[in-house]
C-alpha cells in the first residue's frame, strides 16, 4: 500500500504551489521505523503523523479506511472524500 | 502574558526595524534631507524614529516627511503587519482542536524525520490516511 510516484507528483504540481492547501500523511504503520522506512524509500515530500499521534487526537475520527484522502476545512469539518472529489474540489481552491 | 493582534501589530512594527540598511529621507517640502538608518516607525502613533550618523536617534511626526518617505514606511509597516498577523493566526490555530492535532507532524530531512510546522495556517487540509504495507 505504497505511494505511487504518481501522487508525489501530483502533490508537488497541485499541492505545493497552492498555500490554501496542505496535504499530511496520517501513518497507519504500527511502528515508527517503518514509516521512516517507507519515507526514506519513497522520498515522501508531506510531512506526516505518526500512529500513536494519531490515536491521541481527533484525525482518528474521520476514516478507518485505508489508504483513504479526507479533506477538511481550517475549522475540521469534511468537505470531500476519496482521491477523486478531493483532487477535484482541489482544483477548485485559489 | 498575552496580547492581542493590534497590540502585537504596535510592537513588530515598533521594533522590527533596526536591521534596514541606511537610506535618503526627505523634509515634506522637499527642501531637506539626511541619511539614517529606520530604526523604529509605530504607525499608530503616527512617529518614526531614525538613527543618523552621530549615533542620534531621531523622533519626529510622519508629517515632517515626503510622500514618497510615508510610502516607504507604510510599506515597511505592511510587511512586518503581515508577519505578525500571520504569526497571531498560528497561535490561534494551535489552540484549536484540530490545530493541537497537527502539532505533532514529522517531515523527512536527509535520512530521519524532524519536526515540521505550517509556515502559515492554509485553508484546508488533505488527511491521506496510508501506511507502508
Request: proline residues 4%; aromatic residues 10%.
Amino acid at each position: 500500500m505504497q505511494a505511487a510516484p504518481q501522487l508525489v507528483e501530483s502533490y508537488q504540481k497541485d499541492v505545493v504551489p497552492n498555500p490554501k492547501v496542505e496535504m499530511i500523511h496520517l501513518s497507519r504503520d504500527r511502528n515508527n521505523a517503518a514509516a521512516l522506512k517507507w519515507a526514506r524509500n519513497d522520498k515522501l515530500p508531506w510531512p506526516t503523523i505518526m500512529r500513536d499521534q494519531i490515536d491521541a487526537s481527533l484525525l482518528t475520527h474521520y476514516s478507518n479506511r485505508l489508504p483513504t484522502y479526507i479533506l477538511i476545512d481550517h475549522e475540521g469539518n469534511k468537505v470531500a472524500e476519496g482521491k477523486g472529489p478531493v483532487w477535484s474540489k482541489l482544483k477548485t481552491i485559489k | 502574558m498575552k496580547l492581542s493582534i493590534k497590540q502585537c501589530l504596535i510592537m513588530a512594527t515598533a521594533l522590527g526595524l533596526g536591521f534596514l540598511p541606511a537610506r535618503t529621507w526627505t523634509s515634506a517640502d522637499e527642501s531637506k534631507s539626511f541619511e539614517g538608518k529606520l530604526k523604529a516607525y509605530d504607525a499608530a502613533a503616527g512617529k518614526v524614529s531614525v538613527a543618523v550618523r552621530n549615533g542620534k536617534t531621531l523622533t519626529f511626526s510622519i508629517d515632517k516627511l515626503s510622500e514618497a518617505d510615508r510610502k516607504f514606511l507604510a510599506e515597511e509597516a505592511g510587511k512586518l503587519d503581515g508577519t505578525a498577523e500571520n504569526k497571531a493566526a498560528m497561535e490561534e490555530f494551535t489552540r484549536t482542536d484540530i490545530g493541537k492535532a497537527f502539532t505533532k507532524m514529522q517531515i523527512l530531512e536527509g535520512e530521519a524525520f524532524a519536526p515540521h510546522e505550517f509556515e502559515s495556517v492554509p485553508d484546508y487540509f488533505i488527511l491521506y490516511y496510508s501506511a507502508s504495507w
